[in-house]
């Protein structure tokens, strides 16, 4: 049953994906991070400024994590998305995304003091396998004779920002609910962009960017960031980026359904290594859990 968290949220964020690709073309990247914050602070403040205030005495101590948690994954990684969109496509930019179970996975190692297991890297293997052949389109070693976009580029330092966001929030476990850790971080992130928005050209969105502006709002910036926090939470940072392997399969289906994109065999071939990769590291996660209850309902002997 919790797994079906991290699943969710990655089918709204291969989604966004979509949403982020149509976007470049109808805003300025500046502006729809501005609009995406600020319309889902407008949703959740009637609804979160009574826990703020309720949990402030918590809140102070940890505003300058909150504030780093906001700059990494609300405004870095996402306005790095919208640049991203306007020289790399919808399936690349989910399919680098894709990265950060892998990078997230060896941060956790200094950072939580993780171990990491032999299923772990071999599904970690087979989910970048799985990466590279769709990437290449059939070919897995493509990067040695082929030149990596600005886009792409930027999509890889965004799923290194990213990776980190996920591996911090569950070292800086607060005592703050989701909601108020997802409010903080949101109210700092229309402070960050509030500089760039100005700079835009056009400082009121087009009408053709209002659906996406909403979608990106409540579905992707207040839903699926809630959700994550929760997957978190329960199973862990790198377990619960590991579902992020799903999100190029999700953004495939869809980009073929919304934009007319082709489904090949390198993408179904891929896609399988990905899935595969998810499930080995499921199948290590569950077999620790069900080793932990077995010592705990086993009597000990008495000292």
Not at 20 to 36: D, G, H, Q, T, W
Not at 93 to 103: E, G, K, Q, R, W
Request: net charge positive.
């Amino acid at each position: 049953m919790h797994y079906l968290l991290p699943f969710f949220t990655v089918c709204i964020w291969g989604a966004n994906a979509i949403v982020n690709k149509l976007a470049a073309s109808v805003i300025e990247p500046s502006a729809m991070s501005f609009y995406r914050w600020a319309l889902a602070m407008l949703i959740l403040t009637p609804f979160c400024i009574r826990p703020v205030i309720k949990q402030w005495s918590a809140i102070r101590p940890n505003l300058s994590k909150l504030a780093f948690l906001a700059f990494l994954g609300m405004v870095l990684n996402q306005s790095l998305g919208y640049y991203a969109g306007l020289t790399t496509t919808a399936s690349n930019m989910a399919l680098i995304t894709s990265l950060v179970p892998l990078i997230s996975v060896f941060i956790s190692v200094p950072l939580l003091s993780k171990s990491i297991s032999g299923l772990s890297i071999l599904g970690g293997v087979m989910s970048l396998a799985g990466l590279a052949y769709m990437l290449g389109h059939g070919d897995p070693l493509f990067f040695l004779h082929q030149e990596i976009t600005q886009g792409d580029g930027l999509m890889l330092i965004a799923a290194c920002v990213y990776a980190s966001y996920c591996v911090l929030l569950k070292r800086w476990k607060m005592p703050i609910s989701n909601w108020v850790v997802i409010y903080a971080q949101g109210m700092f992130a229309v402070l960050m962009l509030t500089p760039l928005w100005l700079t835009s050209d056009q400082l009121l969105p087009p009408q053709q960017a209002l659906p996406l502006i909403a979608y990106a709002a409540v579905a992707a910036s207040v839903l699926a960031p809630w959700m994550w926090v929760k997957s978190i939470n329960i199973i862990g940072a790198d377990s619960s980026a590991m579902f992020m392997n799903l999100m190029p399969v999700v953004a495939i289906v869809l980009a073929a359904t919304w934009l007319g994109e082709q489904i090949q065999h390198f993408h179904l071939l891929g896609g399988i290594m990905v899935i595969s990769g998810v499930t080995l590291a499921q199948i290590k996660l569950t077999k620790k859990r069900l080793t932990n209850i077995k010592e705990m309902e086993t009597p000990k002997a008495p000292n």
